[in-house]
């Protein structure tokens, strides 16, 4: 690494973004140094590191020099503050990892960071990391910056992620700052691209977040979303363009308040959508192939709470049970459920004796044991799980005060089971940015791990989205950073 530190004092903010362009100089040597390189001599010698930051410094102050102008040249001439320090040192990637990615760098100059007196100055400058590549660990670690890989827009939210099993399909969608809804895709062979998805299927901007689950029977990806005119809109496609359609207007629905969410049925081919209206009421749209879409209100059907946030929907394949869980106005976890006949509601949180919920739950149901699993986090950043076998009663524990070290939750979760390991999967944003997961057996103990200090990857704003794929094992977190790119953090795990 190669750091110039300067205090700025005097000298204009355009010098010295100029001068931080000079840092080509870093790569340009560095890559002249590389095939110098060989097994008995891996590290680059002291002369050449010695002149590359010769170069460099002396890049840097003429850079400033030449930007600044007689007056103001003169002014840093007599400004008694105006230091300015080079440093190069190497850091591995085993203390990066040990400091969660960031390496502080004040101590290093000590001689820049000092008073007139010579008193010590109290200075937090830290260099934030970021390697690409497969970590050395077994579980092979990757941080892959997705939307970077082909300079797709600048993400203004959370991303949404899918596997389309037969077509060993992965699919990250998210919406950019100009509301357009990208998609970037990953096929079986590995090879990415990316797809303007509103622009190609000529659809309406987005006015929050989308939601993509998948038609098994066609092996087509559905994204559901609500549009700058409050309607419900759906694009699809498989291998070929971009479908769209307007699943709200045409058919006198209510619009919508939230942001919509989807699922599938196989034995019955009806899609189910359910979002909130501005009166804090589901409302449930369904329909099969190319049929028209019918709609109800689910809150009224099933006399429930008006929900407080967006729902979480899916089904329970061996019942052909369609159910969408929410957070009440009370706080409050619930159910509403049906297949053939009347809609029910369920207070699941009033039963299972659990804290109230600070946003939206997210929910899936394992057909392997039966299972129904809801999480949410609670007002104190505690993660609950709600979990019941068949039709069985509900209970509740909290996820994050069972697995030892786990840090307090700053989103939402993404939930998920991995069928190849038996596990289940909790990812979520820690308050200092980074990614955590619970994993853990069926009947066992939450595991902990630091994703982002794992995968050397740099902070998420947000809540993540996540997925699994059997056969490989794969696991994969897909999330905004900090820098508003869609990244990836991605591992294998041993079945």
């Not at 990892?97 to 008073?115: A, M, S």
């Not at 303007?196 to 092996?219: E, I, R, S, W």
């Not at 019918?294 to 052909?320: E, I």
């Amino acid at each position: 690494m190669v750091v110039v530190l300067m205090e700025q004092q005097s000298t204009l903010g355009s010098a010295a973004a100029a001068a931080h362009a000079t840092f080509e100089e870093v790569e340009k040597g560095i890559n002249k140094i590389i095939p110098t390189l060989r097994l008995n001599m891996p590290d680059p010698k002291p002369d050449d590191i010695a002149d590359l930051a010769d170069r460099v410094f002396s890049k840097v102050r003429h850079t400033i020099i030449g930007r600044q102008g007689i007056v103001r040249n003169l002014l840093n001439l007599f400004d008694e503050d105006l230091k300015t320090d080079l440093d190069v040192f190497y850091v591995s990637a085993d203390t990066l990892r040990e400091n969660g990615g960031v390496y502080p760098i004040g101590k290093r100059f000590q001689r820049l960071l000092t008073t007139r007196d010579g008193t010590a100055l109290v200075a937090d400058y830290r260099l934030t990391a970021e390697i690409l590549g497969a970590d050395p660990s077994p579980r092979g670690y990757q941080q892959i910056r997705r939307s970077h890989e082909y300079t797709t827009p600048a993400a203004a939210s959370a991303p949404t992620a899918c596997v389309i099993p037969a077509l060993g399909v992965h699919n990250i969608v998210y919406r950019d700052t100009e509301d357009r809804l990208h998609e970037l895709w990953r096929d079986a062979a590995g090879t990415t691209g990316t797809t303007n998805l509103t622009f190609v299927a000529g659809a309406p901007p987005a006015a929050g977040d989308p939601f993509c689950y998948v038609d098994t029977t066609v092996n087509q990806e559905i994204v559901v979303y609500r549009g700058a005119d409050k309607n419900v809109h759906s694009l699809y496609w498989s291998i070929g363009p971009v479908g769209h359609d307007n699943l709200t207007g045409p058919v006198g629905a209510p619009r919508a308040e939230g942001n919509p969410v989807g699922f599938y049925n196989p034995s019955t081919t009806n899609h189910h959508v359910a979002y909130r209206k501005p009166d804090g009421h589901l409302h449930v749209l369904w329909w099969a192939g190319a049929a028209r879409v019918d709609h109800a209100d689910a809150t009224v059907l099933a006399h429930a709470r008006p929900a407080l946030g967006d729902p979480a929907a899916y089904l329970d394949t061996t019942r052909g049970r369609n159910i969408v869980v929410f957070r009440g106005t009370d706080g409050h976890v619930y159910d509403i459920y049906w297949s053939i006949g009347d809609l029910e509601c369920e207070d699941l949180s009033g039963f299972a004796g659990t804290p109230p919920a600070a946003d939206d739950p997210v929910a899936y149901y394992t057909a392997r044991t039966d299972t129904h699993q809801v999480t949410y986090r609670t007002a104190d950043g505690q993660l609950y799980e709600l979990w019941w076998v068949g039709e069985a009663p509900v209970a509740g524990w909290s996820l994050t005060a069972a697995a030892a070290a786990a840090p307090p939750a700053a989103s939402e979760p993404a939930a998920y089971y991995l069928a190849a390991t038996n596990t289940k999967h909790v990812i979520y944003r820690s308050a200092d940015g980074h990614l955590n997961e619970l994993a853990w057996a069926p009947g066992g103990v939450p595991v902990h791990t630091d994703l982002t200090v794992h995968g050397l990857a740099r902070r998420a704003a947000g809540r993540p989205a996540a997925f699994a794929v059997d056969g490989p094992n794969t696991q994969h977190v897909a999330y905004r950073s900090t820098d508003r790119e869609i990244r990836e953090i991605r591992w294998i795990s041993a079945s």
